[in-house]
């Protein structure tokens, strides 16, 4: 005999005890004298544990496994960096994967995915900027290739500098223009260019592992067996 979610409204076997759809844990009824279902309401209490709460202490240490990999990919000086989102989606992902595995029943609600992927993706994020920033500046002050690193920034700027000349005849707003590709080949300009993208880029990785996170979760709910 099959009862509906409550949420969802998805059958949900009698011998279940959380909907294969949404993973809402369902409530066990035993008889009177309190001899029926036991295995069930064992098998109720775990999942209720185990799939809506996040133990930490196991959660940090797969999230920071996967975190090291994941922010060394997506370093600005890391010739895969351009595919860093597919990295930090499937490095958060696979942090909910082996969580779920150690506990009890093995999988985790969507919402506890994406805080585990929210976790990778913090570290992960801080990881690459850090990387980042270091490589940037032993290219600068160490090895003293401040040439190749300034060059491809000059031409970019100049680049836009004629685009915005040309789309504004005005000139008031020509010079405003110029004074601000002016400021963008500051130091200070660059630096700021620099620091700006590498904190979009650390939101974006944030984002993107907690979506892995939670599509990771919503996947093994789908693939585990019934209790």
């Not at 093995?106 to 929210?118: E, N």
């Not at 592992?209 to 979760?217: D, N, P, R, W």
Request: aromatic content about 10%; some cysteine.
């Amino acid at each position: 005999m099959e009862a509906a979610c409550n949420r969802c409204h998805q059958s949900v076997p009698a011998d279940s005890c959380f909907c294969p759809a949404c993973g809402l844990p369902q409530l066990v009824y035993s008889s009177e004298d309190g001899s029926a279902a036991p295995a069930a309401a064992e098998r109720w209490a775990g999942a209720v544990h185990d799939a809506a709460t996040v133990e930490w202490k196991p959660a940090l240490r797969v999230a920071m496994l996967l975190a090291v990999p994941a922010g060394l990919l997506s370093c600005g000086q890391s010739p895969v960096w351009p595919l860093s989102l597919l990295w930090m989606a499937a490095a958060a992902a696979w942090a909910v994967t082996l969580y779920a595995r150690r506990q009890r029943p093995g999988w985790v609600t969507t919402g506890a995915g994406a805080r585990i992927g929210l976790v990778t993706g913090f570290l992960a994020g801080w990881l690459a900027f850090v990387a980042s920033g270091a490589s940037l500046y032993a290219m600068r002050f160490l090895f003293r290739q401040g040439k190749e690193f300034d060059e491809p920034w000059q031409a970019l700027v100049g680049q836009m500098a004629q685009q915005w000349q040309s789309m504004s005849p005005d000139p008031q707003t020509a010079a405003t223009f110029k004074r601000l590709a002016t400021w963008l080949l500051s130091p200070e300009g660059r630096a700021g260019s620099v620091l700006g993208g590498l904190l979009l880029l650390e939101v974006a990785l944030v984002g993107f592992a907690a979506a892995g996170g939670a599509i990771g979760a919503r996947l093994m709910a789908r693939r585990r067996p019934q209790a």
